[in-house]
């Protein structure tokens, strides 16, 4: 304690302009599956799960972000990343769009667009990317470069005619025609081509074929767009490992037709992990001397507490922490801010009084009042099922409403900020302050007038200050140490 005790007395605040910025989001990440999944972690290398830290726990700075929506007290992923990306709340299910849309009304988004600060990032000079355990078109994704009135219109297929009719593009297209995105890794291969065409890795599955009823091949779009550049795409880790970081300019990867596989269940001889995705993605942007923007999202947190699969949700989220890790070992603290948050909780709770080093996925010591045992992680509502062979990576745990797909939460989530003007989260916030104090940290988008103050004083005057701001700490602790010479 007294360690932790003294780190905060000599906490500071880094007051340099963020030349990059790494944003994780982890879907669905509630502080329950944070509290879990520190366990997990712990239990996985036989450590003392209940005191395990994970890496983006030790950040100093920590605030709660408010995810309702405008017209639901519980909010999807769509609206959420929204309002993470663009700073606007707005409604279920549509993305990129501001709340005069209208969920699955093509003709509500024209002239309600909003752009996400991947391009206020762009428009500074910065390289920018996306990494997700999802399809790249997923709800969180797809709020970084699209404007949709549905967050379904994942390709032209998907869409209604009228949409269509309308002048509506679909979020694949818009992937590839919206903005340069120069990293983009992920899945998602079957919604950039032609309806019918063979998947290289599934060619015999029907499911896994391309779905385009315009007949377009996006991924040959995005190649002849980049024509001239050292840009590749990839659909295996064999070919994701080749790519030389130092002569590529643009990569987009997509390793699966849809999502990607859940962690516990990755062939690693074809799909790279999330730390692995982040490495390369970090590796390639950081090259951009004006620096970069990254989002990372662990997306199948959100779908394994769909399917009330908490072994799942909990090893993604494990994932998700090891990715942060490499984030951090390949930046530096004084020009790269990082945070982790999350966009919305699930009805996920940790219960059962457990005795110190129980299994996070096992049973409660007691019983209920049918005399019949229950896991100590539970749900609200879900698919639920009966206490059978919990240690499974597939059990289904217990909930008290029985329902298809186990929904969202709506209690805040947790933001964790290290880096230049992290302490600009504090307290609690709505959602949609997230990207305007980012843009702030990094001088981009509109609110820049404190940039030329930032630049006229430069790195030394930068020192100075951050000198000031360590003398107090400094003379505590060398009174301290006179103190106990004296004693």
């Known amino acids: 304690m007294t360690s932790t005790l003294l780190n905060a007395l000599h906490l500071h605040r880094n007051e340099n302009v963020a030349k990059n910025i790494v944003f994780f989001l982890g879907d669905g990440m509630g502080i329950t599956t944070i509290t879990a999944a520190r366990i997990l972690k712990g239990q996985l290398e036989n450590k003392n799960g209940e005191q395990t830290v994970l890496t983006f726990e030790a950040f100093p700075h920590v605030a709660l972000s408010k995810t309702y929506n405008t017209d639901f007290q519980i909010s999807d992923s769509a609206s959420t990343a929204t309002a993470i990306l663009c700073g606007v709340k707005t409604n279920m299910n549509i993305v990129g769009i501001s709340a005069a849309g209208r969920n699955g009304v093509c003709h509500s988004q024209k002239g309600n667009e909003v752009t996400s600060i991947l391009k206020w990032a762009k428009d500074e000079g910065k390289s920018v990317g996306i990494v997700t355990t999802t399809r790249v078109q997923h709800g969180t994704p ?22 269509k009719k309308d ?5 694949a297209y818009q992937l590839v025609f919206n ?41 040959a779009e995005w190649q002849m767009r980049r024509a001239g550049q050292a840009a590749y795409y990839v659909w295996n880790k064999e070919d994701f490992d080749r790519v030389d970081v130092n002569g590529t300019d643009a990569l987009l990867a ?8 859940y962690e516990l269940e990755r062939d690693s001889t074809m799909d790279p992990s999330l730390p692995e995705m982040t490495k390369k993605a970090i590796s390639i942007l950081q090259k951009n001397p004006k620096g970069f923007f990254l989002l990372v999202e662990g997306g199948r947190i959100d779908q394994g507490h769909h399917a009330s699969q908490a072994a799942m949700a909990l090893h993604e989220t494990v994932m998700l922490d090891r990715a942060v890790e490499v984030a951090l070992a390949l930046t530096k603290e004084e020009d790269t801010l990082t945070v982790v948050s999350a966009d919305h909780s699930h009805g996920f709770v940790f219960t059962g009084y457990p005795f110190r080093g129980s299994s996070i996925l096992g049973k409660s010591p007691l019983f209920g009042r049918d005399n019949l045992p229950y896991t100590t992680l539970l749900y609200g509502n879900g698919p639920g099922y009966k206490v059978e062979n919990n240690t499974s990576k ?25 880096g230049p003007m992290a302490h600009l989260f504090h307290g609690v916030h709505e959602q949609n302050y997230i990207p305007h104090a980012l843009a702030y940290a990094a001088c981009i988008g509109e609110n820049k007038n404190h940039c030329a103050n930032v630049a006229a004083r430069g790195p030394a005057s930068i020192g100075v200050a951050l000198a000031a701001q360590l003398l107090p700490s400094l003379l505590i602790t060398f009174l301290g140490y006179l103190l106990a010479q004296g004693s």
């Open 179 to 219: 903005m340069d995105i120069d990293v983009v890794i992920g899945g998602g291969r079957k919604y950039m081509t032609p309806r019918g065409t063979r998947d290289p890795e599934y060619p015999n599955d029907l499911k896994s074929r391309g779905k385009r009823d315009d007949k377009l091949d996006l991924i």
């Open 254 to 261: 997509l390793f699966e037709p849809g999502d990607l596989r």
């Open 167 to 171: 002048g509506c593009k679909d979020i």
């Open 142 to 163: 797809a709020a970084a470069y699209a404007h949709s009135a549905s967050r379904k219109w994942y390709s032209d297929s998907d869409m209604p005619s009228s949409a």
């Open 394 to 418: 597939d059990y289904v745990q217990q909930s008290a409403v029985p329902v298809d797909s186990e929904t969202h939460g709506g209690e805040d989530v947790a933001i964790f900020a290290h």
